[in-house]
């Protein structure tokens, strides 16, 4: 079956605007998540949805950036007043977990990259 | 506190050698989740495998081996007779089952493969 897939591939945005990334995760999957991959910080975790359950932010790193997922399946994650530092890869896993234990393996799209000049 | 140390960044080796990656994990939990992806040039994350801190069998699949070893908390990854495809970035994960690290993913900073022909 299809896997996990997020648009724009590439976004190149100036600094102050705000940009939508996009995840549909893999059909049957109830738990999303959000990390981001950069040069200084490696992979870190943002936020994580599962199934009707309110999502753990934890990983957010400022109130710029918000997600929320319609339906139980597709995610949007918004960065507003994009800021350089912003610049990095954006990943989106899914896993079948049904319950808020989520251990079940995590499978990734191919991630968005965002510049921000 | 969770961490993952990859304490290799770079590994160049001729087609047909053997390399290990190791991966070594900081955890105080008893029930916790090693991974192993593999990152392409194409960027995607790919799932190589999955153990659970209970089951310390090494496996075996094909070329790729894992040696899990709880005493010294490593979880090493060996590639026999690499190949050229096997050029990538290698990450090791940790997830820890409870409190409030559900679902979060914890990564080493990734071993950066490149066998030559």
């Known amino acids: 079956g299809a896997g996990v897939s997020q648009s724009p591939s590439n976004k190149v945005t100036e600094k102050g605007k705000d940009v939508e990334l996009r995840c549909d995760p893999i059909?049957?999957?109830?738990?999303l998540y959000w990390y981001r991959q950069s040069l200084g910080q490696g992979l870190e975790f943002l936020i994580y949805?599962?199934?009707?359950?309110?999502?753990?932010k934890s990983g957010l790193p400022s109130d710029r950036f918000s997600a929320e997922r319609t339906g139980g399946s597709v995610s949007t994650l918004t960065i507003q007043r994009t800021q350089q530092e912003d610049s990095a890869v954006y990943l989106c896993?899914?896993?079948?977990?049904?319950?808020?234990?989520?251990?079940?393996?995590?499978?990734f799209g191919p991630g968005t990259r965002l510049t921000v000049l | 506190a969770q961490k993952v140390t990859q304490a290799q960044t770079e590994i160049s080796v001729v087609e047909k050698e053997d390399v290990t990656l190791d991966c070594v994990y900081e955890?105080?939990?008893?029930?916790?989740?090693l991974f192993w992806y593999k990152q392409p040039p194409s960027g995607e994350l790919v799932f190589l495998i999955r153990?659970?801190?209970?089951?310390?069998q090494n496996e075996i699949s094909g070329r790729y081996s894992w040696n899990f070893q709880k005493s010294t908390s490593s979880f090493n990854f060996t590639i026999t007779a690499s190949q050229v495809v096997d050029s990538a970035v290698y990450f090791c994960?940790?997830?820890?089952?409870?409190?409030?690290?559900?679902?979060?993913?914890?990564f080493g900073q990734g071993t950066i493969l490149t066998v030559h022909p």
């Open positions: 153990r659970n801190s209970f089951d310390e």
């Open positions: 896993a899914s896993s079948p977990s049904r319950d808020s234990t989520s251990t079940d393996t995590q499978y």
């Open positions: 955890t105080r939990d008893t029930t916790y989740y």
């Open positions: 059909s049957g999957h109830t738990a």
């Open positions: 949805f599962q199934g009707n359950s309110a999502p753990d």
């Open positions: 994960a940790l997830l820890f089952a409870g409190g409030t690290s559900y679902g979060k993913l914890t």
